[in-house]
């Protein structure tokens, strides 16, 4: 087992659970368009490692640089708001295409939010499966549940806010929460829509979509989601979370 200083982060589609609760055929192309959803994600974010999937999030880390105030907390701002627009433009694909159901029209209502931290954590291999274990891996996590009621965010642990000595003009949210198992905790959170000016890039508007990718969409959307529909293979809903 190998153990070292990480950078973690995770991102969290808001509304999923209602999202996935729907009929076969929605739920086949709910499950279809999940996956496309975080796999733009997690090419969003070169650089970090994609540890697990864990339903509705995509757990990703990667190592941290020292000296650790040197633009941390700047650079992972620029990728969770990378991470942010790819989500946003499947996701406005997804609801764009042909198909009336809730699966493809119901993913209009979904949103995605961070959670941000660094600590030491360990690597261990079982059956060729990589994991990060520690506590600061269960810190972030229970993060996840937390009282912001901002509908899209990045939320800094006290850690990670701390290693910041360039931070962005946005403002910034303090919270305070007992997290279980940990004690009380402190975090920083910053509204997605409020960044994307000063040091962070401001993204493009999403481009509206065309004609062909919205017929293309539709297809994929039928021919992916047939194995659930038939029972081929199994949502992720019904074994997670």
Known sequence: MESGRAVLLIADIGGYTDY???????????EVNTARMLDKMIDAAPGYELIEIEGDAAFLSRPAVAPETDGTVLALLQVALAMHRAFHLERQNVAANLCPCTGCKGAANLKLKFVAHIGDVATQTIRQRQKLVGIDVILAHRWLKNPVTIPEYVLLSEELYGAGDHLPSAPVQEISDELEGIGTA????????????????????????????????????????????????????????
């Open 186 to 241: 402190r975090a920083f959170v910053l509204d997605i829509g409020d960044l994307g000016g000063g040091e962070l890039a401001a993204a493009a508007p999403l481009p509206a979509p065309r004609w062909s990718n919205r017929l293309g969409r539709t297809f994929a959307a039928a021919g992916l989601g047939l194995p659930y529909m038939l029972g081929l293979r199994r949502p992720r809903a019904e074994g997670t979370r």
């Open 20 to 30: 996935m609760s729907t009929h076969r055929m929605s739920l086949a192309h709910a």
